[in-house]
Structure formats: structure tokens, C-alpha cells
């Protein structure tokens, strides 16, 4: 599904070199998770992969069913099937959420030469899975993210998920700024949509959300590399060793 | 003082390009505003309040030529039931209008000069009124010269809006209309207006409204690319009285909208807003001062501007609160969004506070399009261009949310949704 080979990428603004040759490939129906200390680049590659400026990538390659993502524009790797759930999901006064997602639906549809979504239709769906996610009437209203608690934000991001039907899913430390219902609820969500066809990559400090999405595989990534992959076991290593131990260990 | 030669050249030269309309009720108002705009000159460009608007070519004594613009866009307020008077290039025309007859409402034409009229205690009153502290020859000339207008008197809630229609037919037309609204008490109207108007257009309306009445006012100002105008509404408010007035600019090379509200009865309620979008060649002037008088009341000055190209826009807004106008609740925001480094906001908030209980805000912002919303929106798959309209739109909401009528809000989108999908292409 989605392969990432020798990735270097720096920073545009200063010569700074975040991503030093990373290498990944995340299958089809199945969830690899990325943990990592501070700084190590998990953030950087998830923005790399959904196309947001500032970053330069110098070396290496990402495919996405064996096409290359990195010379998209953000919206063609969106109707390509990537979908990035943002740490900080962002605030947009003044659009409403059903309208932001109703083209953003449309658009990809539209993008793929595919039909778009009648309003009665959207309509539908969208109350069923936001009901899932108990998203309520009035935050469907209201401007994208505009006042939303960090967890209302979390949902909001499953429920583009939901709507949107990427094959790549990345979710940038969706657990941040959760509490442990909260967790659950976005867990549940997330779930919901593992799929023999869908790829997903999540990115997270702690275990406690790999309790919940259970991952496949798991990496260290630090300093910019994947450092050590192995089996949700490693997870529970870094949670109770912290990252010292691993990484004195590949030192 | 006497005005210095050159404003005196050049006011001269513009009057002498005029022809008084003679007798009837207004013939004494028209003398006396000659008279005043004799002793104040026009607008110079080195007056305080033109410093950001040249007004050359508004006071300069032919029209500048405008082309006529060959659209097939049907008008905007077309949904919209109302009861319609159309001007062609300043010209009523009755072939075109509605009858003038309306439940709760008299409407007569300021070109039938009757020897009595009720619109006598308002003509000019109020537009005199509103030189103080600063001047506004532009409205004293148009109370002098102005060729046309509709007197509306307002006796009960009107059953539907009235929608003043301006066409643009003539390529050097220069239009001057004076418009006389009196709101009785209780009573209610919503005035819409759209449409170029003329080559140059400049149109005074003064609004009186009663304690407890109530004037809502869209305004739609047409987008010939060349089109000028110079616009001024004076309104009164009296006890518990709302007045609300909207104005969408799109496009004419030049516009400056003047508002001057005084607010005389206790709890009364002013809001003025204003969204522009402009593109290259486009200035756009919002001159607004609204004068506290009275205990309790509230006034919001709202306006957004869209500018690309080499667009400039300018915000004077000032709030007076004069003494004794305690509780006073003052509110001004005005923001630009800047798609490019070629255009241009000016703005000069001003509060001046006579009274010691008050809460009066401003605030005055420039800024480009949110580069994280923009990521947000492209990252689940809306193209930039509509991804950048929908922020552009969002920003305006603020002021488009003034418009109290949800339809004529939605009107107003879409022409702006059509307006940001043509410059797209």
C-alpha cells in the first residue's frame, strides 16, 4: 500500500535534516504504529506523506500503491487515498463543518472521475457515522473545529476518515490531549474502519492507544530513522522501559 | 475662511456644470445647501478625510466615460418578493418600476415638486446635520443638484421590502439622486438597492426613524469594472429604534460609502457593515461616523475587504460618545484579507468618549489567507482555488451574518460565491 524508501527530507526554511533515509511499507489491511521520543521526525514524515509546505525532500521515495505521492499536490494525494488526522486539528471560523465536509467529500469524488454525493445522501451517511462517533447535530453545524473540545476535535478527524474512505490512513498522535473515554470512543472509530483494504499508520508516544488499536507492527523511530520494528510487544517494552533502553541498544 | 482659489476653481467649475431644479417644497433646501457647499468648497485632496481617496475625478466637473459591462448574470434579490423602482442612469423609469403603491407606505418622487410635502422636515435636514464636526460636500452638493430621489414615508410594517433598481446604460452618465425614508414609530421597512447606477453616481439618502421603528437597508453595488460612486446615508434614530444597513461592493474603480448616524433617543440600535471584494483596479472607501447622544444604546460597525491585485481599501470608522451617553455600547472591527502583496488597507479607527460608562471596542486587522486552514481544506481533497474561496468566504461571514434576513444573507453569498468562481475562471 504505502512504501517509503531511503526518505531524507530537511527543513525549506533552514538547512536542517529531520528525515535521514527512512524506510517503511505498510500493507494493505494492516496497522503499523511509529512511537518515538521527542523530535525524532515522527510528525514530520506524517505532513511529508500529506503534502504540507516547508519541508524539502532530498532523497529517497513514497509510493502509494506504486505511485509516487511526493510530487502531488496535497488535494491529489487526498483523492489518491492518503487522509492524515492531525495532532492539532485546525480551526476554520466562519466554514461550517457539514459544508467543509461535503465538498471536501465532493471534491474527491469529483477528483476520481466518480459521481458526487446527492445532498439527502450525504445527509444520510453522515448522521449514521457521526452518531457512531456521538457527534452531535449542533457540531455538524457549527464552524469546522470552531470551539470544539480536544476531544470533540479528535472525533471530527475519525468522522473525515469515515466519510472520506482513504486507503491510507496516518494518525498523527491522535491520543494527544484525550482523556481515556475519549480514547475509547476515537479507538472504536478507528476500528470500525480496518479494513482488508485499507493501510494504516499511526503515530503516538504512549502504548496506552495501541491498547485500543491494536497494531500489527510496531517501529522506534529517533533521530530521524527507524531504528527497530517488531510485534506489539515493542510497544509494551517502550512503555515500560521508556526509549533509553532501545536506543542504547541500536546505538 | 475663505476657501483657497484653487478649491474655489474648482467647485465653481463642477456647479457650473449643474442645473437646479426649480420650485416646489425642496427650492428652499436646494438654495440653502448651494449656499453651504459654496462656503465649504469639494473635496480636496489634502483635506483630513480624503487623505486615502482621491477625489478628483468625483468632483471634477464631467463624468470620467465608463464602459458598460455585457453580462447575462440575472440581478441579484431576483428571489426576493418586492416592490420595484428602477433609475436608468439616474432617470426613473416607470415603465420598468412597480406601481408605487404599497400597504403602510407612501411613495412619492422627488422630481414632482408638489409645494408642500412632508419629506420638507427631512430633505437636507439631516444631511446638515452631518457636517459637523466633519464635512461632506459631496452630499451638500447632491442636496443642491440632485435631479431625482424616492420619498418613502413608513406608517406601519411594510408588507414586503421596497428594492431601488440603479441600470448603467450610457457610457458618460453622472447621476445624482437624494433619497428621503421616514420611519414612523412602530413602524418597519427594509430597503434594498442594487444595480452600477451610472457612469458617476452620487446618491444621498437620509433616514428618519421614529422611537420604535425600524430600517433595514441591503445594498448591492454593482460591478461595472469602471463605475464610480460616492454614496452618503444619514440616518436619525429615536427611542428603542433599530437601524441596519449592509453594503456588498463588488469591483467599479472607485467607490466611497459615507454613513453618519446620530443616535438621539435612549436604547436605540446602529449597525453598519460592509464586505468588498476587490481585484486590480479598485478602491473602496468606507467612511463611517456614528454619534451617541442617548442613554443605552448600541452601535456595530463591521466591515471586511477582499483585495488582490493592486486593490486598496480604506476604513474610516469613528465612534462619538458624546456626554451624558452613559451605558454607551460601541463596537468597530475592521479586517482585510490581502491575497497579495500588491494590494493595500488603510484604516483610522477613532473613538472619541465624552461619557465615563461606556464600553466601546475596535479593532482594526490585515492579513493573508490562513496558510493552515488552507492545508487543512486541500488535505482532505478541495482544490486550492475553491479551498482559498471558501476561506474568503468565511472571512466575510462576519459582516454577511449582519444582514438579519436569512434570504438576503444567502443572496448576498452567493453573488460573492459567483463573483470569487469568475476571477478564478
Aim: with cysteine; hydrophobic share 40%.
Amino acid at each position: 500500500m504505502l512504501e517509503i524508501k531511503n526518505l531524507h527530507v530537511s527543513l525549506e526554511e533552514e538547512d536542517k535534516q529531520i528525515l535521514k533515509g527512512v524506510n517503511l511499507t505498510v500493507e494493505a489491511g494492516k496497522v503499523h504504529a511509529i512511537m518515538g521520543p521527542n523530535g525524532s521526525g515522527k510528525s514530520t514524515l506524517s505532513y511529508v506523506l500529506s503534502g504540507r509546505d516547508g519541508y524539502e525532500v532530498t532523497d529517497g521515495t513514497a509510493t502509494l500503491e506504486g505511485e509516487d505521492i511526493l510530487e502531488m499536490e496535497p488535494e491529489e494525494r487526498a483523492a489518491a487515498g492518503i487522509f492524515l488526522a492531525f495532532q492539532y486539528p485546525v480551526e476554520i471560523p466562519g466554514v461550517g463543518n457539514m459544508t467543509f465536509l461535503r465538498t471536501a467529500v465532493n471534491a474527491q469524488r469529483k477528483a476520481r472521475g466518480e459521481e458526487e454525493m446527492s445532498a439527502s445522501e450525504f445527509l444520510k451517511v453522515v448522521r449514521e457515522k457521526a452518531k457512531e462517533l456521538k457527534i452531535d447535530a449542533d457540531m455538524l453545524k457549527r464552524p469546522v473545529n470552531v470551539g470544539f473540545s480536544g476531544g470533540e476535535k479528535k472525533r471530527n478527524e475519525i468522522l473525515q476518515m469515515a466519510m472520506l474512505e482513504p486507503k491510507m490512513c496516518i494518525l498523527d498522535e491522535t491520543d494527544s490531549g484525550l482523556d481515556v473515554d475519549a480514547m475509547k470512543l476515537v479507538a472504536d472509530g478507528v476500528n470500525a474502519l480496518r479494513d482488508e483494504g485499507r493501510g494504516f499508520l499511526v503515530i503516538t508516544h504512549y502504548q496506552r492507544l495501541l491498547d485500543h488499536i491494536k497494531p500489527d507492527v510496531v517501529h522506534i523511530m529517533a533521530d530521524g530513522r527507524i531504528v527497530k520494528t517488531g510485534g506489539p510487544e515493542l510497544a509494551l517494552e517502550v512503555e515500560h522501559n521508556g526509549y533509553a533502553d532501545i536506543l542504547a541498544e541500536v546505538a | 475662511m475663505a476657501l483657497p482659489q484653487i478649491k474655489q476653481d474648482a467647485m465653481e467649475a463642477r456647479i457650473a456644470a449643474l442645473v437646479m431644479p426649480q420650485g416646489g417644497w425642496a427650492q428652499a433646501a436646494r438654495e440653502d445647501a448651494l449656499g453651504r457647499v459654496r462656503a465649504m468648497g469639494l473635496p480636496g485632496a489634502r483635506d483630513e478625510y480624503w487623505k486615502y481617496t482621491r477625489p478628483d475625478t468625483l468632483v471634477q466637473p464631467d463624468a470620467p466615460n465608463a464602459a458598460l459591462l455585457e453580462t447575462d448574470e440575472t440581478p441579484v434579490f431576483g428571489e426576493v418578493d418586492r416592490l420595484k423602482i428602477v433609475f436608468v442612469d439616474g432617470v426613473f423609469s416607470a415603465a420598468d418600476s412597480d406601481d408605487l403603491a404599497m400597504e403602510h407606505v407612501t411613495i412619492d418622487r422627488l422630481a414632482d415638486a408638489s409645494d408642500i410635502h412632508w419629506a420638507k422636515d427631512v430633505y437636507g435636514v439631516l444631511e446638515a446635520r452631518g457636517q459637523t464636526p466633519v464635512q461632506r460636500p459631496l452630499a451638500t452638493l447632491n442636496t443642491a443638484f440632485a435631479t431625482d430621489g424616492v420619498l418613502i414615508h413608513v406608517t406601519g410594517k411594510a408588507p414586503k421590502p421596497i428594492s431601488l433598481i440603479y441600470r448603467h446604460e450610457s457610457e458618460a452618465s453622472d447621476a445624482i439622486l437624494h433619497h428621503v425614508v421616514k420611519i414612523d414609530s412602530g413602524a418597519e421597512l427594509t430597503l434594498l438597492e442594487n444595480g452600477p447606477a451610472a457612469a458617476r453616481f452620487n446618491k444621498c439618502m437620509e433616514v428618519e426613524i421614529a422611537d420604535g421603528g425600524t430600517f433595514h437597508h441591503v445594498r448591492a453595488q454593482g460591478r461595472d469594472h469602471e463605475r464610480r460612486a460616492a454614496t452618503a446615508i444619514f440616518a436619525r434614530l429615536g427611542e428603542e429604534s433599530v437601524f441596519k444597513s449592509f453594503t456588498l461592493t463588488a469591483n467599479g474603480v472607485l467607490t466611497r460609502n459615507e454613513c453618519v448616524i446620530e443616535l438621539t433617543g435612549d436604547n436605540a440600535v446602529a449597525h453598519v457593515a460592509g464586505a468588498c471584494v476587490g481585484d486590480g483596479d479598485f478602491h473602496h472607501d468606507d467612511t463611517v461616523f456614528i454619534t451617541h447622544d442617548a442613554l443605552n444604546c448600541e452601535s456595530r460597525q463591521v466591515f471586511k475587504k477582499v483585495l488582490r491585485n493592486g486593490a486598496t481599501g480604506v476604513f474610516q470608522g469613528k465612534i462619538l460618545v458624546k456626554e451624558g451617553a452613559q451605558k454607551t455600547d460601541g463596537y468597530q472591527i475592521s479586517q482585510s484579507l490581502l491575497l497579495d502583496e500588491d494590494s493595500q488597507f488603510l484604516a483610522k479607527p477613532e473613538l472619541e468618549i465624552y461619557a465615563d460608562d461606556v464600553a466601546c471596542s475596535h479593532g482594526s486587522t490585515s492579513g493573508a489567507i490562513d496558510e493552515e486552514g488552507l492545508f487543512y481544506l486541500r488535505s482532505r481533497g478541495i482544490e486550492e482555488g475553491p479551498a482559498t474561496d471558501l476561506l474568503t468566504i468565511a472571512f466575510l461571514a462576519e459582516a454577511v451574518m449582519e444582514i438579519e434576513d436569512e434570504s438576503l444573507q444567502d443572496e448576498i453569498n452567493g453573488r460573492v460565491e459567483a463573483w470569487l468562481s469568475r476571477r478564478r475562471g
